[in-house]
């Protein structure tokens, strides 16, 4: 492998990273709040990517990224008042996760299956970015990326950035900091902590949509399986990085998102199962992840 | 709550006769269901209430929430498919491939022992992950790619395209043979020590049990049944495809025990008659005129099984954790509520939600008890 091939995979690895970063970063937000994890978060991310494209072809680009993140956030808003709070005042702790946990899987379903009869089951391309998206830019040695990989690499950074400063420097991050820490305290604080967890449940549901967009543009169409891949990936993520950890989901977005590439390049067959084997034997080793706090072991 | 024994035989042996009474009229099935077409449906039904009874031995029994329930469904029928295709009769392949499933179940179990809850689901999901994307690409040189791998040597008696009702028999008297095993289980000493450790696995521990081990004996169990389930659905589909290793197949498994009723022996059983049934019923439905005559999107939700099963999943998640099984106790339930008001709410039997009622009416039932011999 030359060096220019090796920036090329190098910035289609960071732009893939950065989609799995979106998507990630909002699960492992809702877990660390709520501690549940959303198995709806993938038909979340499909949904993002089916009302985006739609738009993107008819509308146009602007469009595509309001109606993604909106629709996405709506549905995450109604999952979570409806559906998940139902669950708060359940008799245990245990029952309450495990009917949330379940009732996410029973929303991806019904979501998965609502887009593909809406969709139908073949793949809806992209066509073409406008403007400067399609362009090629020269790289170091021959390598090149193209102008949306650029741009998705760059976004990926300031929603990490912007995601930190959040969470460092405002109120509301400080409430979801100290929720993460004991959502009881902080709700005997008489921190109304039910409005932070729809405010994370719709934040993290909204970025799920955006990061469907990204990447059935990334793609260039979108498929009713995209969901579920990313959700798998997604989920060894999180867990890579220490479920709740935010860092973590960015180092394992990074750790994952490059794997896939360069491995995708050395071994095309190999490329999921190498990364789904590797996840395992990581978590096996270390279950708590690569940034998590140490979890009860039975 | 412990009856006296004069009470409970009885009981017993209405269960059982109730159960052989069963067991007579599901044998006779072939002979009074004539379209072989719900002959094979109904062998399909059995394959799946194994998986059911396989997954809610580690959900329902030891409380363990496993994701890649799939891979020991697959992995048998890839074993079976290249032992077969070796040379080897399919008797003792088909014994062999459910051996080597406990196998690769104990190895699962024993790699898996450190982690728990969430963490475990999500470590047995990137296995199987692992191993449905290495047989879609054939990464190991063993599984055909996404062709799969035929099943040779399958004589011509048990073609289910040819004779349904034989691959049924064989499913329903593995079916039987699975329930003995699981209800053996449940009644042993090993059963109530699964209760306990997961109701409170620091508890069970504190107690002196050895979770670990239990939990490698429930993973090998469960590897088993799985593994005659995979074995049997191979057998019918006469090849092992990646589909077998599918995500799906594990979310079927957790619909079957959730719908049935988790924690329960006969909840997979219904269950797996309603999962899979309810899949040509509405293929059936979908080709009437009605459904016909609408344009392609209505036609399309309306015909979509996961949609249907998903809604009827969510309902079940809200207001019937217990599943189907427990539909008739929660009715009785409610009017032995409205009884307790009318009679004018004795003690603090008044105005309960009916969550608490269910206490009430134990400790109605145990005060009847125990009052009746003395």
Known sequence: MDLGTGVTLLMNGLALSAILFLLASGLTMIFGLLNVVNFAHGAFFLMGAYVGVALFRDVGLLAAVVGATLSVALLGFVTERFLMQRFYSADSVMTAHLGQLLLTLGVSLCVTEVVQIAAGPNLLPTGDLPGFLNDRIGLVGGGYVDGYRATIILVGIVVFVALAAILRRTRTGLIVRAGVEDADMVQGLRVNVRRSFTATFVIGSAMAGFAGLAAALYYRGTFVTLGEEHLVLAFGIVVLGGLGSYLGSAVGALLVGLATVFISYWWPPGQTFIVMGLLAIVLIVRPQGLFGKEVARA | ?374
């Open chain 2, 1 to 374: 709550m412990t009856l006296p024994a004069a009470a409970r035989t009885p009981r017993v042996l209405l269960i059982g006769a109730v159960g052989l009474a069963a067991v007579v009229v599901l044998a006779l099935l072939p002979w009074y269901v004539t379209d072989s077409y719900w002959v094979t449906v109904a062998a399909d039904v059995c394959i799946f209430a194994i998986l059911g009874l396989s997954y809610n031995l580690l959900l329902g029994q030891i409380g363990l929430f496993s994701f890649g329930h799939a891979l020991f469904f697959g992995a048998a029928a890839y074993i079976l498919g290249n032992l077969t295709t070796g040379g080897m009769g399919l008797v003792p392949g088909a014994l062999l491939a459910v051996c080597g499933n406990i196998v690769l179940a104990i190895i699962i179990g024993l790699l898996t022992i450190r982690v728990s809850g969430i963490y475990f689901a999500i470590v047995t999901l990137a296995f199987a992950q692992a191993a449905y994307t290495a047989a879609e690409r054939d990464v190991l040189g063993l599984t055909g790619g996404e062709n799969g791998k035929p099943i040779e040597g399958l004589p011509r008696e048990l073609n289910i395209n040819v004779f349904p009702e034989n691959l049924y028999w064989l499913a329903f008297a593995m079916l039987v043979l699975s329930v003995l095993v699981v209800w053996g289980i449940r009644r042993s000493m090993m059963g109530r020590v699964w209760d306990g450790i997961r109701e409170s696995p620091l508890r069970a521990q504190s107690l002196g049990v050895a979770i670990p081990s239990q939990r490698i004996v429930a993973f090998a169990v469960a590897g088993g049944l799985a593994g005659v389930a995979g074995v049997l659905n191979a057998m019918s589909l006469q090849y092992a495809t990646p589909n077998e290793l599918a995500l799906d197949i594990t979310v079927q498994a957790l619909l079957i025990t959730i719908i049935g009723g988790p924690g329960t022996l006969l909840g997979p059983l219904l269950g797996a008659v309603f999962v899979r049934v309810s899949a040509p019923l509405i293929d059936q439905w979908g080709r009437s005129e009605f459904v016909q005559g609408l344009s392609e999107v209505p036609q399309r939700a309306l015909t979509s099984h996961a949609l249907m099963l998903g809604l009827v999943y969510i309902v079940l998640v809200l207001f019937l954790p217990g599943g189907l099984t427990s539909l008739g106790q929660k009715l009785r339930r409610t009017r032995n509520t409205l009884a307790v008001d009318e009679r004018g709410g004795r003690a603090a039997g008044g105005r309960m939600p009916p969550d608490h009622a269910q206490e009430t009416e134990t400790s109605i039932e145990h005060h009847e008890v125990t009052r009746g011999p003395t």
